[in-house]
């Protein structure tokens, strides 16, 4: 395993399309993140799941993000009616229970023209 | 959850010196991590010290945790070109909770 995956890494859109991004966190971690980040800031929180179930979303995440990791794998973060406040780049980490430490993925970078 | 906040925002050196940045946090923790970000790039954890530690060594870093002064520093002694990255701290009550990130310290080491 070579650690955490994004795709795609770069997406361009027109404002109200829908974008899906996806993540591969490490194989043997039961947490899954994921974090918004603007040029300049720090990355923000989203929302995190473990195993399968989603146990917090931020209140940044409006009703037209939804985020589901089915079977406790893989992750996807959809973006309903894009608009041009959320490009970003979206950073995906998975950790594991009892250690603390997050393992990011190269992240996933959005431009919505 | 709780954010650090990281002093300075930014700070230049040359290579070869040693960097300094700092950690401020309000409410007792459980640990204290340091990630570095490289442009572009995703977050790089670099160190954990948890709340019962004074000092933590990796390589050229050196990470301080006082309790009392709910503050942490980062030292990064003889830099390099490529140390050249922002730095956040994410202080964490515990293995459970999530991380919250400030805004970083913007390291710069020029040749």
């Known amino acids: 395993d070579t650690g955490v995956s994004q795709d795609p890494r770069h997406k361009i859109t027109k404002r109200g399309q829908n974008v899906t991004f996806r993540c591969d966190p490490i ?29 917090e979303k931020s209140r940044l995440l409006s009703d037209r993000f939804s985020a589901e990791r089915p079977k406790g794998s893989f992750s996807t973060l959809e973006i309903q009616r894009t608009e041009q406040g959320d490009s970003a780049m ?14 990011f993925g190269e992240g996933s970078r959005l431009t919505v023209l | 959850s709780q954010q650090g906040e990281e002093d300075p925002q930014a700070l230049s ?3 070869g010196e040693n960097a300094t940045m700092n950690c401020s946090y309000k409410t007792s923790i459980n640990n204290l991590q340091w990630y570095r970000q ?29 309790t009392s002064k709910k503050s ?16 956040f701290c994410a202080p964490s009550t515990g293995t459970a909770s999530k991380l919250t990130f400030g805004t970083g310290t913007r390291l710069q080491v020029t040749l």
Request: net charge negative; aromatic share 10%.
């Open chain 1, 27 to 55: 194989s043997e971690h039961n947490r899954l993140y994921w974090y918004r980040q603007t040029l300049g800031q720090g990355p923000e929180f989203l929302t995190y799941f473990q195993n399968e179930a989603q146990l």
């Open chain 1, 90 to 103: 979206y950073l995906c980490a998975s950790s594991f229970d009892g250690t603390g430490e997050l393992f």
């Open chain 2, 13 to 15: 050196i040359q290579e």
């Open chain 2, 38 to 66: 490289n442009s572009g790039r995703g977050l790089v954890h670099l160190i954990l010290i948890r709340s019962n530690e004074r000092e933590k060594h990796s390589g050229r870093l050196r990470v301080t945790l006082d």
């Open chain 2, 72 to 87: 942490s520093s980062l030292l990064i002694t003889a830099s390099r070109a490529a140390d050249t990255a922002s730095y």
